[in-house]
């Protein structure tokens, strides 16, 4: 769309905050306009999305959270402009110039994500028939994939010529099954721990975190955009899906997750429950497993076999880059569990010590 249209288009919407437009930019659902009061972005979304999210914002901003990049009110106070079947609205535009050097982009991301969750937190009721329901119907979903790994790899193993696919699948199938049982024990354990609870820890989430919706200002003050997608929930709807679409890379250790996340837990740390439910959801394999279920449904003559060869190999490698991440948080909490045992035996002897050359003196 030229320059030309997309000032005719925005103009009219522009009225209604009393903005004449000079010049506009079309950075695909966002325009940065150029006007005589200053330099703003404008963001067209789905009227089917609503303005629920403004709500989210305004309640964070009353909790003393500022770091959102403000929307601003219409002349006649609505936050949003419907014009041709889409919503707008407008924010002021960040130049999101970092500066040199700048190399804590995601750990700044993730305490700012902390600090949000830290000042939306609240307690909310369970309900334990929901609770329990919800239990059993993943436990049995679960169980079903691993009757259907185990019964692919044996199907597999009794050909005399596999497919590519096939073989591929039998080299990695014990790290699939370990992944499942893993992410089983972990969310039976949460179960046990929590099934009494009638509380648990909601948020105001953002709904898509994401480096590109976290921007920097002209004095480098970084601020989330795009609370579309905001909701309450748990913190972990806006920890897991960031870090596996992070890792669903290449092969790689990823240390600065580690990182990231215990920047996170520093300012926002996970409770016991949360932590075994965070495990659990995070080493299930479920992308491999559509994998797995796509070729097994497909008939020969429908099958790709090397676009379905490269898929299994992709989420494998997003399976073990998972794995590392876990196996250095199981590290790294059996050592601060040690500590803290140990500190308590240290003072448990000293208090002992202290009571007995009391004991003496008297």
């Known amino acids: 769309m030229s320059n030309v249209n997309l000032l005719e288009q925005t103009t009219p919407i522009l009225k209604h905050y009393s903005i004449k437009p000079h010049f506009v930019e079309n950075f695909g659902k966002v ?22 999210f403004i709500r989210n914002i305004q309640y964070l901003f009353q909790r003393g ?27 002021p535009w960040l130049p999101n110039e970092e500066k040199e050097n700048r190399t804590e982009r995601h750990e700044q991301l993730f305490r700012e994500l902390a600090r949000l969750h830290t000042l939306s937190v609240r307690e909310v009721s369970i309900n334990k028939e ?30 005399w010529y596999m497919s590519p696919f ?44 994401s480096p590109e919706h976290f921007l920097y200002d002209d004095r480098g003050y970084a601020y989330f955009i795009n609370f579309e997608n905001s909701k309450e929930g748990s ?28 920047n996170y837990f520093k300012y926002f740390p996970l409770k016991e429950d949360e932590m075994l439910l965070f495990l659990s959801y995070f080493a299930h394999p479920g992308p491999i497993l559509r994998v797995l279920e796509q070729y097994h449904k497909s008939s020969n003559k429908n099958k790709n076999e090397r676009k379905l060869v490269q898929s299994l190999q992709k989420q494998y490698w997003l399976l073990k880059n998972t794995e590392y991440i876990i196996m250095r948080i199981e590290e ?15 003072k448990a002897e000293a208090e002992a010590n202290a009571s007995s050359q009391d004991g003496a003196q008297s």
């Open 166 to 209: 096939e073989l591929l699948f039998c080299l990695y199938y014990q790290d699939i099954s370990q992944a499942l049982q893993y992410s089983t024990r972990k969310f039976k354990e949460w179960y046990e721990n929590t099934k009494e609870n009638t509380k648990a820890r909601a948020v105001i989430t953002h709904g898509k975190i």
């Open 130 to 159: 929901e609770k329990e329901e919800h239990y059993e119907h993943t436990i049995q979903t679960w169980e079903k994939e691993t009757e259907f790994v185990d019964g692919f790899i044996e199907e597999c193993e009794r050909k």
């Open 332 to 346: 790294i909490e059996r050592e601060k569990k040690a500590e803290a045992e140990a500190a308590a035996r240290a």
């Open 31 to 52: 325009q940065r306009v150029y006007s005589d009061k200053g330099v703003y972005s404008l963001k067209k979304i789905s009227p089917h999305h609503g303005t629920d």
């Open 65 to 91: 959270y500022n770091r959102i990049v403000p929307v601003y009110p219409t002349i006649d106070g609505r936050y949003a402009v419907l014009h041709n079947q889409n919503l707008y609205y407008l924010m």
């Open 235 to 262: 913190p972990l709807q806006d920890l897991l899906p960031f870090l596996s679409r992070y890792v669903n890379t290449l092969p790689k250790q990823c240390e600065e997750c580690v990182t990231w996340i215990y």
